[in-house]
Structure formats: structure tokens, C-alpha cells
């Protein structure tokens, strides 16, 4: 029987290892997926280099972006983006914050990112987000729920937004699809960089845009793609075992146990405790 818990957790690290491969992710920059089998849960690694991570690294996290569970890890400060975005969009489950240099530009100029190749469709309309408009001066971090939330309704229902003179968040209903997005989001604004070097850029129709994001979002694309990038990060030598995703969702499995008998012991003393009351 198939353990989907086990799953996701191996998928979010081979999705971190692929991103930080593919040079998306550099010491900075984070990864989620929300819970397959609790929406109001998600997981993310804890605080550190994402090539790095870990399943043993991974906390779940309420949609509030706190410990379900006690927990010694630091956790990420912009751990808040990923929980909002997950409150105001129920079809996103996974979600990547990063700072590639590809889209850096982007971010710093105003400049509107559009899709120059087909791959890059599957970016969408690109959002825009200045926390200074709302927030005034901070130290450029997303910290605040307030100001995940305020980068959530910038999102919309859109794809990728664009954090001016910090970075990217990228949404996705998988994290197949997310990746898929990330990546060839970057490509298609290192694409755009170039064609403006030459002086012209020649952008898809709105139409073309459409169809062709509709047909690379779908599985037979973003799987061969997949396919592809997980083939990468094992000649780099960076894949995890899965071994390890089966005991992080059985410790996730004993843990909800636990709770639920502490919770059932609790209401059964606390009845015996009224009826010797009365």
C-alpha cells in the first residue's frame, strides 16, 4: 500500500536537491508541500543551506506556521510566506521561495517578465510585490504573518510573484509542477535578458501563452522533466534515501497516535472527575 506521507517527504527533499542543483536555490531560498492527507498542515525543512537538507530536517507546521509538535530545530524566519499563501489558496501544495540571479533583474528594474519560449508559459502573468508600499523600511524579510498575507493577495490567483529587490515565490498544485515552474521560469527570464541585449524581444500572444502553458503543466511534461533533473542530482551524488521518508512519516503517524490518546485520556478523566463532582 503506498505510503503518501512517505511520499511527499522524500519528494519535497528530491525537489529542494533538485532546485538548489539546477542553481535556483543557492545558500538561501526554501521549499514546501503542504500535507497529502491534512490541509492544514505543511512541512518545510528547518534552517539551512537547502542542498543540505534532510528528511530527518523536515517540521510540519501548522497553515499559522508553528511547530505541531515541539521542536529544538531553528525554523526558517520567512517561514510565514509558505503558510499564507497556503491559507489564501487551497489548490497550492507546494510552494519555493528563492533569490535565483536569473530573475534578480526582474525583481531590482520593475522590468515585467514575459514568456519568451513555450517552456516559460507555465510561469503565468507575473505579480509584482514591494513590502515597502505597505510596510515601510524592514530588513527586506518576510517575517510577519501580516506580510505573508499582504504577498499572498499580490499572488492572487497567479503563479509568481516577483519580490521587488529581494527574490521570487512560486506556487504549484504538486511539487512536480512547482519545480517545473521554477525552473523554466528563471530560464525564460535569463532567455528575455539576452533577447533584450540584442535589442528585441519577441514575447508569446496571450493565446500561444495560454495553450502552451495549459499543455506543458501537465504530467507527461513536467514527469519527463522530473525525470530528467532527478537523473541530474544523482550524478551529482545529492539524492536521499528513501528509507528515511518512511521513518519520518511513521514517527509523523506515532506522534498524531500519541496526541489522539492524550487527548481521549484527558476528556475521560475530566468526565470521571464531573461525575464524582456531582
Known amino acids: 500500500m503506498p505510503d503518501v506521507l512517505a511520499d511527499a517527504l522524500y519528494e519535497l527533499i528530491v525537489a529542494t536537491r533538485i532546485l538548489a542543483n539546477e542553481k535556483v536555490l543557492d545558500a538561501f531560498g526554501h521549499v514546501s508541500v503542504r500535507h497529502p492527507l491534512n490541509p492544514q498542515r505543511y512541512f518545510i525543512p528547518r534552517h539551512r543551506a537547502p542542498e543540505l537538507a534532510e528528511i530527518s530536517d523536515l517540521v510540519e507546521l501548522t497553515l499559522d506556521s508553528e511547530p505541531v509538535r515541539p521542536t529544538d530545530f531553528r525554523l526558517y524566519s520567512e517561514k510565514v510566506i509558505h503558510g499564507e499563501i497556503y491559507k489564501a489558496r487551497p489548490d497550492v501544495h507546494a510552494v519555493c521561495h528563492h533569490h535565483a540571479h536569473a530573475v534578480l533583474p526582474y525583481a531590482i528594474s520593475g522590468q515585467e517578465i514575459v514568456p519568451v519560449f513555450h517552456l516559460g508559459a507555465v510561469m503565468g502573468k507575473v505579480q509584482f510585490w514591494d513590502q515597502r508600499d505597505e510596510f515601510g523600511d524592514t530588513n527586506m524579510l518576510v517575517v510577519k504573518p501580516e506580510e505573508g498575507a499582504s504577498l499572498a493577495r499580490a499572488l492572487g490567483l497567479h503563479w509568481t510573484v516577483l519580490m521587488r529587490r529581494h ?15 521554477t ?26 501563452a495560454r495553450l502552451t502553458a495549459a499543455h506543458q503543466s501537465r504530467p507527461p511534461s513536467t514527469n519527463r522533466a522530473w525525470d530528467y533533473w532527478v537523473r541530474q542530482v544523482e ?24 496526541a489522539k490518546r492524550a487527548t481521549a485520556k484527558s476528556a475521560r478523566q475530566n468526565s470521571v472527575k464531573s461525575k464524582r463532582r456531582r
Open 167 to 181: 527574490g521570487a515565490t512560486v506556487a504549484g498544485t504538486s511539487l512536480r509542477e512547482l519545480t517545473f515552474r
Open 183 to 208: 525552473v523554466f521560469t528563471c530560464d525564460n527570464a535569463w532567455l528575455q535578458s539576452q533577447a533584450m541585449a540584442h535589442g528585441h524581444v519577441d514575447a508569446l500572444s496571450p493565446g500561444e
Open 235 to 258: 550524478k551529482a551524488g545529492l539524492m536521499p534515501a528513501r528509507a528515511a521518508a518512511k521513518s519520518a512519516s511513521a514517527t509523523a503517524a506515532r506522534a498524531k497516535a500519541g
